[in-house]
T-cell receptor, first 112, second 114 residues
Framework: KAGVTQTPRYLIKTRGQQVTLSCSPI?????VSWYQQTPGQGLQFLFE???????NKGNFPGRFSGRQFSNSRSEMNVSTLELGDSALYLC???????????FGEGSRLTVL | AQSVTQPDIHITVSEGASLELRCNYS??????LFWYVQSPGQGLQLLLK??????LVQGIKGFEAEFKRSQSSFNLRKPSVHWSDAAEYFC????????????FGKGTTLSVSS
């Protein structure tokens, strides 16, 4: 069974640009969550999507958004990038929308 | 405020020695508790979880953890550490109503010496 797949793995952007990250969950998992990981703030919850609906949202500005498609694949978008958005963005899927999460390897975003 | 504290930023253990990683939490609701492990350049992998019931839970790779409600702790243990256990370990807390919105500790980096 394939794991959670995130693309791209690495990307570099400049301030003010926007970025879209993609996540394909484990087959059969309808819940997809996104986390931001930075050295200073650690792992922080961004949002969760379940059956194409945002179920929960963390404390991030509106520049951070996401969506989920009918095949459970999810994308997150960050607009007007800031230097502080440099981070590892982790996607996780779940069968039961609980804390038992299966993580992808992440997309490492560098903002210059 | 809801939080998870992992007091030890970095621990070094000799191969074959026992390990205990500490985790304390503050959470308003009945907590779900987790330990995840992250190897360099990788995502996180679930080691074990506690939802309810027996307070001593077994996980993968020979790890176990004990939930102590009175101490608000969920410490991770392993009787004999292997060099491949070197990684960063994260304790996390959630709840039924929180879904997948976990609160993570800052992590403990484990080094294993030969």
């Amino acid at each position: 069974k394939a794991g959670v797949t995130q693309t791209p793995r690495y990307l570099i952007k400049t301030r003010g640009q926007q970025v879209t990250l993609s996540c394909s969950p484990i087959s059969g998992h309808r819940s997809v969550s996104w986390y931001q990981q930075t050295p200073g703030q650690g792992l922080q919850f961004l949002f969760e999507y379940f059956s194409e609906t945002q179920r929960n949202k963390g404390n991030f500005p509106g520049r951070f958004s996401g969506r989920q498609f009918s095949n459970s694949r999810s994308e997150m978008n960050v607009s007007t990038l800031e230097l502080g958005d440099s981070a590892l963005y982790l996607c996780a899927s779940s069968i039961r929308s609980d804390g038992e999460l299966f993580f992808g390897e992440g997309s490492r975003l560098t903002v210059l | 405020a809801q939080s998870v504290t992992q007091p030890d930023i970095h621990i070094t253990v000799s191969e074959g020695a026992s390990l205990e990683l500490r985790c304390n939490y503050s959470y308003g609701a009945t907590p779900y508790l987790f330990w995840y492990v992250q190897s360099p350049g990788q995502g996180l992998q679930l080691l074990l979880k506690y939802f309810s019931g027996d307070t001593l839970v077994q996980g993968i790779k020979g790890f176990e953890a004990e939930f102590k409600r009175s101490q608000s702790s969920f410490n991770l243990r392993k009787p004999s550490v292997h060099w491949s256990d070197a990684a960063e370990y994260f304790c996390a807390v959630g709840a039924a109503q929180a879904g997948t919105a976990l609160i993570f500790g800052k992590g403990t980096t484990l080094s294993v010496s030969s």
